[in-house]
Structures are given as structure tokens and as C-alpha cells.
């Protein structure tokens, strides 16, 4: 037997439909303030319990007409294979600056007056890339580098096809033949 609800469903529907570019966790504070107003000790409705029934009932809602974003898209043409980085190397400056670099390029806007300086910072390293034809690798232990571009990573012209060697059309993506270490 399935547990009690602890939220109103058709209040999220009609949430989702009315504001679908909320965050899950405003969605989760109207139903939290919603549900205390029967019973003042509810629990706190968290962004997790939304996303999971959003997810659950999508494909029902749909059918009934309302429009469902899909969130939580990652767009990985910048970004090395899963498994591929060793865990201490995920937030390494190359590869928080690729991730500012292709969302720059999808056109997505940074926000505030830290996003900007980031994306300023990360489009100059980007360009210095070029400018010294450097290319992001990572290692077979997982760590991330940058290093010079072989032959066949430039174009006619000595310009980058990419700046990173896994996101080059046809190019191998890295594996990592060692798990041990500090990755």
C-alpha cells in the first residue's frame, strides 16, 4: 500500500501549468504553506518530493494538456565523459571554465556581476587556448591538463577544431585506466 500524500498533486499540476519556469523548490514552498494551512504541523514539502511526482505523473499531465519542462538538461558537448575525470579534478578551473564556455555559446546570460566576471575570465582563457593552441585532455588517471595541439587537433589554418581533444568530431574520448590513486 502506497504511503498518505503529504501534498496536494492537483496543486502542483495546476503550479506547474500556471508557472512552469518556477524552481522545484518554489513549487515546494507554496505546497508546504498550502498543506500547514490544514494542519499546522505538517512536514516540509522538499524540492525532491516535487521533482519525483512531477517526474512520476509527466506523462499523465501531458495528456491532459499541460505543458511539463524538462529540466535538469546537461549539456555535455564540452564536457568529458562520465567516469573519465577523477573525482578530485571535477571542479578543476578548465573544466568550470568549459562549462562557462558552452554556455556561453547555447547563449544562456550569466547571472550577476560574479557570473559575468567568471564568464569574462573563462572566454580570455579560451582564447589564449587558441591563441597558443593548447588543448584540454585528461589523463589515463583521470587528471585534468592542458597541453600543446597535435596535428591532427587543428584545422588548415593551425586554429583548434575544439578546445577540448574528447568533444572533436571522430576524436576517442578518455578513458581512465587507473581507479587507484588520488583520483
Same mark, same amino acid.
Given at each position: 500500500m502506497a504511503p498518505p500524500r503529504t501534498f496536494d498533486y492537483d496543486l502542483l499540476k495546476r503550479l506547474v501549468r500556471d508557472h512552469p519556469e518556477w524552481p522545484y523548490a518554489f513549487y515546494a514552498e507554496v505546497l508546504t504553506r498550502d498543506a500547514r494551512t490544514r494542519d499546522r504541523k505538517a512536514p516540509v514539502v522538499l524540492p525532491d518530493s516535487? !521533482?519525483?511526482v512531477v517526474s512520476q505523473y509527466r506523462a499523465q499531465w501531458q495528456d491532459e494538456g499541460v505543458t511539463v519542462p524538462v529540466r535538469g538538461v546537461i549539456h555535455a558537448d564540452l564536457m568529458p565523459p562520465l567516469g573519465s575525470v577523477a573525482p578530485n579534478q571535477r571542479m578543476s578551473t578548465p573544466l568550470r571554465y568549459l562549462r562557462e564556455v558552452s554556455a556561453h555559446r547555447r547563449g544562456e546570460q550569466p547571472v550577476g556581476d560574479a557570473g559575468r566576471n567568471i564568464r569574462r575570465? =573563462?572566454? !580570455?582563457?579560451? =582564447? !589564449?587556448?587558441?591563441?597558443? !593552441?593548447?588543448i584540454v585532455d585528461v589523463t589515463d588517471n583521470g587528471f585534468v591538463e592542458i597541453r600543446p595541439a597535435r596535428a591532427d587537433e587543428l584545422d588548415e589554418r593551425g586554429n583548434l577544431l575544439e578546445l577540448a581533444a574528447w568533444a572533436i568530431p571522430g576524436g576517442v574520448p578518455p578513458q581512465r585506466h587507473s581507479l587507484r590513486g588520488r583520483g
Open positions: 516535487v !521533482r519525483r575570465q =573563462a572566454l !580570455r582563457w579560451a =582564447a !589564449r587556448l587558441q591563441d597558443n !593552441r593548447e
